[in-house]
């Protein structure tokens, strides 16, 4: 597929979805079973428009049943998917279009997520561009009656263990997804979309108070100092702010951020992206407080040649001012996440550092934390 994106400084070519493969595989089957001859490639309409033409591999028909596989290209994007066989089998019925799965595609085993608990994982978005590809053909051929679009995979379930879908509580096999049906490579939008998956999922499950972590160091304090959330908490990486969208949008009564400090830290300047590559801020951001708190000069020079920030709080609590610099921080980190949600939602953190014994809570932290302990 000859579609770039840059990335940074890098051109990166585009690929397309397992939705599109999905689609382009069943719209050749049906081909293919009504014309009673093969067919060396098939055009599908994208979601958001325009079309793609792929070509068709191991194909297979007779008067009952058409099958073939489109081979998926997720072009410079490193996803496990990627080369994977998307098989459609396509056989005539009396009315209408049914689609169901085969052979390594997964099946929903809990709430909340794009199809209903016991369905196939073929997400709404490639579902539509499946009829729509087989409807297309059976308008072309001006042919009646209804179609049976079996989805299958070989190798699915084997594959799906390198994938989220264990975590997502999706078993036996990979998912049929994509929204636009172009895989854009390094894309934010893949990885936000999985933290609204989740969230929705513990919203289906009861859950009030959204629990966010950005990674491993979050999951382990929790394990360690608060077992009874361990395992209801959603990670969100580098994306905070657009975790907290997420929380507010789906109608969560509060969120609750449980993070290390050493990326919290910039929270205290209305930083809501962690990534270094994004911004980093640290050091500018505890030299602020430090200077609110009445830090000395002299001290705030020493923290602009700290590495981390566990570095800086050495130095701070050596002069005996790391106590009054956290206060101001803490205030402040409270203070970015209310003008986030708009104060339509109780919102708060905890902020932590193993090195110094730090357990910090902003002002709505402790209220979260029961409530949370409590559901």
């Known amino acids: 597929m000859e579609q770039y994106i840059f990335h940074g400084t890098q051109k990166l070519r585009c690929g397309y979805t397992t939705g599109t493969c999905a689609a382009a595989a069943a719209g050749a089957a049906a081909r293919m079973l009504l014309l009673g001859k093969a067919v060396p490639d098939v055009t599908v309409r994208l979601p958001k428009g325009g079309t793609l033409t792929l070509p068709v591999t191991d194909v297979q028909f007779d008067a009952n049943a058409a099958s073939c596989a489109v081979i998926k ?9 990627n080369g994977v066989a998307v098989y459609a089998r396509v056989t005539h019925a009396a009315h209408g279009i049914t689609i169901t799965g085969g052979e390594g595609i997964g099946r929903i085993t809990q709430p909340g997520l794009d199809q209903p608990v016991g369905a196939f994982a073929i997400n709404s978005v490639p579902r539509r561009m499946i009829a729509a590809s087989v409807e297309a053909a059976a308008e072309e ?7 049976l679009v079996e989805i299958y995979v070989p190798g699915g379930r084997e594959l799906a263990a390198k994938t989220y879908n264990p975590h997502l509580g999706i078993v036996d096999g990979i998912s049929i997804i994509g929204t636009s049906g172009i895989v854009e490579p390094m894309s934010t939008a893949a990885l936000i979309d999985t933290i609204r998956t989740e969230a929705q999922m513990r919203k289906a499950a009861g859950e009030r108070i959204l629990l966010l972590t950005l990674g491993n160091y979050g999951e382990q304090f929790l394990s360690r100092n608060l077992a009874a959330l361990s395992g209801r908490e959603v ?13 507010v949008s789906l109608g969560f009564e509060g969120i609750l951020i449980v993070g290390h400090i050493g990326k919290l830290v910039k ?8 990534h270094s ?6 050091m500018e951001t505890l030299i602020a407080c430090a200077a609110l ?16 920030v566990d570095a800086a709080l050495d130095i701070l609590l050596e002069n005996g001012c790391m106590a009054d610099t956290l206060h101001v921080l803490t205030e402040r980190i409270g203070q970015y996440l209310n003008k986030r949600v708009k104060s339509a939602v109780p919102i708060g953190a905890v902020v932590f550092s193993y090195q110094h ?5 902003t002002a709505q932290a402790g209220d979260l934390l029961q409530q949370l302990q409590e559901g």
């Open 73 to 81: 290209d997720s072009g410079d994007d490193p996803d496990v998917t």
């Open 141 to 147: 051929l001006a042919a009646a009656g209804g179609f």
């Open 235 to 247: 990670k969100c990486s580098n994306f905070l702010g657009d975790a907290i969208d997420i929380g």
């Open 267 to 274: 929270l205290g300047s209305g930083i809501f992206n962690t």
């Open 277 to 282: 590559a994004y911004a980093d801020g640290r």
């Open 293 to 308: 708190a009445g830090v000395d000069s002299a001290v705030l020079c020493r923290l602009t040649d700290c590495v981390t």
């Open 357 to 361: 014994e730090i357990w910090l809570e």
